[in-house]
T-cell receptor, first 114, second 116 residues
Framework: GENVEQHPSTLSVQEGDSAVIKCTYSDSASNYFPWYKQELGKGPQLIIDIRSNVGEKKDQRIAVTLNKTAKHFSLHITETQPEDSAVYFCAASISFNNNNDMRFGAGTRLTVKP | EPEVTQTPSHQVTQMGQEVILRCVPISNHLYFYWYRQILGQKVEFLVSFYNNEISEKSEIFDDQFSVERPDGSNFTLKIRSTKLEDSAMYFC??????????????FGPGTRLTVL
């Protein structure tokens, strides 16, 4: 089955700096890669996703890149703000089986210091 | 904006007792999921449900677990005889359709289950 590895487990940056979180996956059939932000006491919330036919996607301060050959994808947050502090999870899934159940990475706790 | 809701927010139970965790998915969604997250660990897939039957389940989802959609709105997860290691946050999720391109799963706020 799919195995998703995520690094680093914790990341601390100064406000205004960039943050990068990296994930690798094992199943070459995976074709959907969402990123979730989880704030304390809440469920995961989708912040951006990328599909296998796209190499890069950007939404304001966040961007995601995908390298299908190397089976890795990354989340980039620029101009970080204290409210970006949360746990971020990457995930990978295969859509063709109609289930789209996702396998998550272990999470990265991002702390943005004011 | 429609959202997935879950009740209760926190459930405390004694080992060996049965618990039922409840979820109300977004009304026009067709696919339903349960995930769990042990404290400090990753979110783990438990089961997916479509057309009134289980589509896929993980190795975690053993005979002690069951899911049901008893009516048109609720989706439940039952643990028959809880164990200490069942203590975790349980998330329900739903989405509209399958296919390509795949679409977003919406997560509920979770139920924290504590087994004593």
């Amino acid at each position: 089955g799919e195995n998703v590895e995520q690094h680093p487990s914790t990341l601390s940056v100064q406000e205004g700096d960039s943050a990068v979180i990296k994930c690798t996956y094992s199943d070459s059939a995976s074709n959907y890669f969402p990123w979730y932000k989880q704030e304390l006491g809440k469920g995961p919330q989708l912040i951006i996703d990328i599909r296998s036919n796209v190499g890069e996607k950007k939404d304001q301060r966040i961007a995601v890149t995908l390298n299908k050959t190397a089976k890795h994808f990354s989340l980039h947050i620029t101009e970080t703000q204290p409210e970006d502090s949360a746990v971020y999870f990457c995930a990978a899934s295969i859509s063709f089986n109609n289930n789209n159940d996702m396998r998550f990475g272990a999470g990265t706790r991002l702390t943005v210091k004011p | 904006e429609p959202e997935v809701t879950q009740t209760p927010s926190h459930q405390v139970t004694q080992m060996g007792q049965e618990v039922i965790l409840r979820c109300v998915p977004i009304s026009n969604h067709l696919y339903f999921y349960w995930y769990r997250q042990i404290l400090g660990q990753k979110v783990e897939f438990l089961v997916s449900f479509y057309n009134n039957e289980i589509s896929e389940k993980s190795e975690i989802f053993d005979d002690q677990f069951s899911v049901e959609r008893p009516d048109g709105s609720n989706f439940t997860l039952k643990i028959r005889s809880t164990k200490l290691e069942d203590s975790a946050m349980y998330f329900c999720a739903s989405k509209t359709t399958s296919g390509s391109p795949p679409n977003e799963q919406f997560f509920g706020p979770g139920t924290r289950l504590t087994v004593l």
